[in-house]
């Protein structure tokens, strides 16, 4: 719940700094995530991975699933959420909603892949519950890599 209030904090303060920036806000859209599952990397994956914010040794995962995205129009960088346990119901992401995410989300159904470390001593099988997604149907804001024109 705490969660899902400071979310909603957050969205409320990008879409209103969005509406003073001269920018349209664009309404989040729903993905729907199923059949969701976890195996480990392949090894090209998952050569020297560290838990983040360490130099703990950690496992490479990969979780994949399928994108219901019902809106009928492309969703743009797609923000996965969700949260993972260890075999002890330990979380494997601590205070961390935000996994990761899609790039884009054709209408329909498609697959995704998400890649994740564990730290080594957390045991498995993983847990992975609430998991779910959302995302704009058009991009929200575009950085320009040349120097604008105007003073």
């Known amino acids: 719940m705490a969660l899902r209030r400071i979310f909603t904090g957050l969205l409320i303060a990008v879409l209103w700094l969005l509406s003073g920036s001269g920018l349209t806000a664009q309404a989040l859209t729903p993905i729907e995530l199923a059949d969701i599952g976890y195996s480990p990397c392949p090894a090209d994956y998952a050569e020297g991975m560290v838990a ?5 040794e950690a496992n490479c995962f990969l979780i994949t699933g399928k994108a219901i ?3 009928g129009k492309p969703v743009i960088d797609a923000d996965i959420f969700g949260r993972i346990f260890d075999a002890n119901d330990n979380p494997v992401m601590q205070n ?3 996994l990761g995410g899609i790039a884009e989300v054709p209408p329909g159904e498609s697959d995704f892949e998400l890649r994740i470390s564990v730290a080594a001593n957390q045991p498995e099988p993983l847990k992975l519950k609430q998991f779910k997604a959302s995302g704009f149907s ?3 804001r575009q950085y320009s890599t040349t120097p604008s024109a105007q003073p």
């Open 52 to 56: 983040a914010g360490s130099i703990q």
């Open 69 to 71: 995205n019902r809106s």
């Open 96 to 98: 961390r909603g935000r």
């Open 138 to 140: 058009a991009t929200v």
